[in-house]
């Protein structure tokens, strides 16, 4: 990590920002699950009874130092490990245990941020900052006042904290106790942000819309031809105007958790109750699965998803694709180098492919698995989803097989070559050219693509021995009673990757990951899982101590190797 910040600077930085910042801050993703309220619940309010458009925490001065010590730690990093002893030079006077917060109201629809500190007695904080921002003049109220940056900021002891702002006015909205505009954020993460959409007037809201249209216009403007690309935009700005009418809240909370040993990264979004954006979400639950017996533990990577899809959805769905079938048809029509005949073959083909996409999605609800195994010379990896007429994509892929040109090197399709449990199966196979090497090692002097087809699925498989693989697949598919299970999940770790590829060529960096993931209890691992909350969902990303642990001693490695003997 060349870029790393100074630890003087950083923390310098920390205490200006905490004291001084003016900025308007704003995110358009904020935090977790635990953020969005529940429906019908009070939220917080300013003195004059409105809520703020913008909520920002950090961690208090103590989390913070101890999250960076950590991190100096596993990403071999020491020069991290001297911020503690300067924050705590340049944080003297602050509550170490409490959040810094920043909220930011809308007055005369303009943002004014309001920094808010927990200290008793901001005057010996602004002491040790006069350097840097000058002296500090106090009005009859007791308002102090310095510019920083020929920018006048107003400060205001306010019970046990301080709040600082530009308008002096702005001030009196901040109330004395503002713990309960931090619910759910301040010391759950280092860093959390909450946007509340409905609090940003609506004739605002219009303008943005109103902007959007007009640089839409503009782009279409500059085109020739563009019907349907017209088309696909005017559905975007159409979601884009329902997305910013009828959402409630964005969150976003980001936490270096040394407990549990990763970092993790949660966002939620809601929409306003009753809206049809809330009708979406509300419509995606969980529901019996039949790929679940990708979610194992000793699988490399997995992905699952079983959800039931609202009617909203389906329509929007539908709609993108018409679109999306429009410009792909355009596209070839202007390429210049296909013939009518061949243009209407293609768009006959993925015409039909809509066709399965679109049934498929009419039946209310996804399903779908794939997993991958790795290791030292290992490698399969198994995909299921459902679909409405499994007989409808074995037909397509027949004809899309006669297409392939009749030579030596061409694949080989064998279609119709046994049925298990029902499903019906299919096989591709190549040969690996000898010069191929690496590719031969991971599969043999053959790849052989396994399928198969049922009236309501569709699977494939890859890798040696997966058709053995493909069958353990298809009969978990009868066991699965759903149960409480996130919408979606993804799981994946380094390590079996990494051995993998030091099967096939031995890289100096790998094996320095290797090893540090060998000794790690996490084995590299990335989570992401996604969750339904009342009229929305939220999403959890965590990243194991051994991934970043990993990545450092690669970087370390990289540097070893430059330094001259």
Do not use: W
């Amino acid at each position: 990590m060349t870029n790393c910040l100074r630890p003087r600077h950083a923390a310098r930085a920390v205490a200006a920002v905490a004291v001084l910042a003016t900025t308007f801050i704003a995110a358009p993703a904020m935090a977790q699950e635990r953020l969005a309220p529940a429906a019908g619940s009070s939220r917080a309010t300013l003195t004059d009874g409105t809520q703020p458009v913008v909520v920002v925490t950090l961690g208090s001065v103590r989390k913070l130092m101890d999250d960076v010590s950590y991190m100096a730690e596993i990403t071999s990093q020491p020069q991290l490990a001297m911020f503690p002893m300067l924050a705590a030079t340049f944080t003297q006077g602050m509550d170490m245990d409490q959040p810094i917060g920043v909220l930011v109201p809308l007055v005369g629809g303009a943002p004014q941020p309001i920094v808010v500190l927990p200290t008793q007695d901001i005057r010996p904080i602004l002491k040790r900052l006069e350097a840097q921002t000058g002296p500090v003049d106090e009005l009859d109220d007791g308002t102090l006042v310095l510019t920083v940056n020929q920018n006048t900021l107003y400060i205001k002891q306010n019970a046990n904290n301080a709040v600082a702002a530009q308008n002096q006015a702005a001030l009196k909205l901040a109330p004395a106790d503002a713990s309960e505009l931090f619910k759910g954020m301040g010391n759950a993460y280092n860093v959390a942000v909450r946007l509340q959409v409905q609090q940003v007037p609506v004739e605002i809201r219009n303008i943005l819309i109103d902007q959007l249209r007009q640089g839409f216009e503009q782009t279409m403007a500059q085109q020739g031809d563009a019907e349907s690309a017209r088309e696909m935009g005017e559905n975007s700005i159409a979601q884009l105007e329902r997305l910013i009418q009828e959402a409630d809240e964005l969150n976003l909370g980001l936490n270096i958790d040394k407990a549990n040993q990763q970092v993790a990264l949660d966002v939620s979004f809601t929409a306003v109750g009753g809206t049809q954006l809330a009708a979406v979400y509300g419509g995606q639950q969980s529901i019996p699965s039949r790929f679940s017996s990708v979610i194992r533990d000793d699988a490399a990577a997995y992905i699952h998803s079983a959800t039931s899809i609202s009617p909203e959805a389906i329509t929007q769905a539908k709609d993108g694709i018409k679109s999306s079938l429009g410009m792909i048809k355009g596209a070839l029509e202007t390429d210049g180098n296909l013939s009518e005949d061949q243009i209407n073959e293609i768009d006959q083909y993925i015409t039909r492919l809509s066709d399965i996409v679109t049934e498929s999605l009419s039946e209310g609800k996804s399903d779908m698995g794939v997993m991958v195994l790795a290791g030292r010379d290992e490698f399969q990896a198994v995909i299921g989803t459902f679909v409405a007429d499994g007989t409808k994509v074995a037909a397509l892929a027949k004809d899309l097989a006669t297409k392939v040109p009749d030579s030596p090197d061409a694949p080989k399709f064998k279609f119709d070559i046994g049925n298990f449990g029902g499903v019906t199966l299919h096989m591709i196979e190549a040969d690996v050219p000898a010069s191929e090497d690496e590719v031969r090692k991971v599969f043999g002097e053959k790849i052989q693509v396994h399928i198969g087809t049922a009236p309501k699925a569709v699977y494939i498989a890859a890798g040696r021995g997966s058709d053995e693989l493909l069958k353990q697949f298809i009969t978990a598919g009868s066991s699965d009673n759903g149960g409480d299970r996130p919408l979606g999940q993804f799981k994946f770790k380094l390590l079996p990757f990494l051995e993998l590829a030091q099967s096939v060529e031995a890289n100096d960096n790998m094996a320095a990951m290797i090893n540090a993931l060998t000794n790690s209890q996490d084995k590299g691992e990335v989570n992401v899982t996604t969750k339904s909350i009342p009229n929305g969902s939220s999403m959890k990303l965590t990243i194991g101590e051994g991934l970043i642990r990993a990545i450092g001693a690669a970087a370390m490695a990289g540097r070893q190797a430059q330094q001259p003997f």
